[in-house]
C-alpha cells in the first residue's frame, strides 16, 4: 500500500534495516512476552528518533515520527506501542533541557548518551491507569538531605524489563512551600526498583508491559529536573507538548497495525473492489488524520488547541479502527482467521487504543466546551 510504503521508507532511513530484522522473526513471537523486538529497535538506533541532533540523536519532526510509528506498528504493534512510550518520553526531557533550567553536567552527560549508547526510556507517569490523565503524578517524593527518596508504582510500564532510565513526575516542594511539579531520573538498576508480572493478555505483551515497583528508591538533586522559580508555567507548558506527542504516537502506532491487516485484504483481493475501496478510504482516511495533526504540529500549533487535534484525530481514528478490523476480517474470510493466527491478532491489536488516557467519555465534555469556543482542560 501506498501509504505504508511511505511509511516503511521513513522507517529505513532513520532505522536501517530494522523492518527486515522484523521480518525475519514470525509475527507472533515478535509479540509474545519473551519478543526479542525491544532489543533490535535498541540495535537499530531506535532510542534516537527524538533525541535532538546536538546529542547524537535523529530530532525529526512530527510527520518523520508518526510515519516511523505507523510502520513500526505494521511490523510489531507491541514495539510500536513501547517505542511510543520511550519517544514520548524523549521528547519530554530534551524539551526539558532545552527550554526550562540548563541541564546540570551530571543530567547533560546522561541524556548525551541516551541515543549513541541506545539507552531506553521508560516512563512512570500516569498512563494506563482508568481515566487518569498520562501526566498526573504516580510516584511519591520525599526530601532528603541529599536528594529524594521516591515510592510508589506504575502498572502497566512498558519497557518495563528493557530500560535503562525510569522517569516518573513528582510533586515536589518549593521555597514557597506550593508544590511543583519535577522529573526524577532514575537509573533502572537503582536499588529498590523491582519488576513483577502484570500483563497476562497475549496482545501487545512485546512490549513489555508489567509493573515497576519502587520502594525507597534514592534519587539525588542532581538527577532531578525542576521547573525554574521565576517561571513554573513553563513546565506546564512542556507537559501539553509531551501529551500531544503521546496522542499522536500511539494512534500511530494503532494505524500501523490496521495497515497491515488492510495490505492484506489488498495483497489477497478479497471481497468485491468496492469493499476493498471502502477499507483503504477507512485506512487512509486514518493515516490522514495522524499525519494532518503532525503537519500541524511541524507548522507551529501548540497549546490547547494542539491537545485539542490530537485528541479529534485519536477518537476518530479509534471508531475507524473498529470498522477497519470488522471489514477486514470478513473480506479475508473464515479460512484465513482459522488457518492464520496472524489474522486474529491484528485484528485484536487493533482495539486497545481505547484503554489509553484520556478516555473518550471522560474527554466529551471538555472537547464540547472547547468546540463552542470555551479553553479546553483535560
Not at 512512570?124 to 529524594?148: C, H, K, M, Y
Not at 494532518?292 to 479502527?321: H, I, P, Y
Request: net charge negative.
Amino acid at each position: 500500500m501506498r501509504s505504508l510504503d511511505i511509511a516503511r521508507d521513513a522507517c529505513e532511513r532513520h532505522h536501517p534495516g530494522l523492518i527486515k530484522a522484523l521480518e525475519e522473526i514470525p509475527l507472533l513471537e515478535r509479540e509474545s512476552a519473551d519478543s526479542p523486538v525491544l532489543e533490535v529497535f535498541r540495535e537499530h538506533d531506535g532510542a534516537g528518533l527524538l533525541v535532538p541532533q546536538e546529542y547524537g540523536g535523529a530530532g525529526v519532526d512530527a510527520l518523520e515520527a508518526v510515519r516511523v510509528t505507523r510502520a513500526m506498528g505494521a511490523y510489531s504493534p507491541s514495539l510500536a506501542a513501547a517505542a511510543t512510550m520511550h519517544n514520548f518520553t524523549a521528547a519530554m526531557l530534551f524539551a526539558l533541557a532545552d527550554r526550562v533550567v540548563p541541564p546540570t553536567e551530571e543530567q547533560k552527560q546522561l541524556l548525551s548518551r541516551v541515543a549513541p549508547e541506545g539507552m531506553l526510556l521508560a516512563s512512570g507517569w500516569a498512563e494506563g491507569r482508568t481515566q487518569q490523565d498520562i501526566l498526573n503524578p504516580s510516584v511519591t517524593a520525599t526530601e532528603v538531605d541529599d536528594g529524594f527518596i521516591l515510592n510508589g508504582s506504575k502498572k502497566p510500564c512498558s519497557l518495563s524489563r528493557s530500560m535503562s532510565i525510569l522517569t516518573a513526575s513528582v510533586t515536589l516542594p518549593s521555597e514557597d512551600q506550593q508544590p511543583s511539579l519535577a522529573v526524577p531520573l532514575i537509573m533502572a538498576d537503582s536499588p529498590g526498583i523491582s519488576v513483577h508480572p502484570f500483563w497476562d493478555s497475549p496482545v501487545l505483551a512485546g512490549a513489555q508491559s508489567n509493573e515497576v515497583r519502587l520502594k525507597d528508591v534514592h534519587v539525588p538533586e542532581r538527577l532531578i529536573i525542576r521547573g525554574t522559580p521565576d517561571d513554573p508555567s513553563r513546565l506546564d507548558d512542556l507537559q501539553t507538548a509531551t501529551f500531544v506527542w503521546f496522542e499522536l504516537l500511539i494512534t500511530s502506532a494503532y494505524v500501523g497495525a490496521a495497515s497491515s491487516l488492510t495490505e492484506l485484504v489488498m495483497h489477497r483481493e478479497r471481497g468485491a473492489v468496492t469493499d476493498r475501496a471502502a477499507l483503504g478510504i477507512q485506512l487512509e482516511a486514518a493515516v490522514g488524520l495522524t499525519e494532518g495533526v503532525a503537519r500541524a504540529l511541524r507548522d507551529g500549533l501548540f497549546g490547547e488547541d494542539a491537545v485539542a487535534a490530537a485528541l479529534t484525530a485519536r477518537f476518530a481514528v479509534q471508531k475507524a479502527l473498529a470498522a477497519i478490523s470488522e471489514q477486514a476480517v470478513e473480506l479475508l474470510g473464515g479460512i484465513a482467521f482459522i488457518k492464520s493466527p496472524e489474522v486474529a491478532y491484528l485484528s485484536s491489536a487493533l482495539h486497545p487504543l481505547a484503554f489509553h488516557p484520556p478516555g473518550r467519555s471522560s474527554s466529551s465534555s471538555h472537547l464540547v466546551e472547547y468546540f463552542n469556543g470555551g479553553p479546553l482542560q483535560i
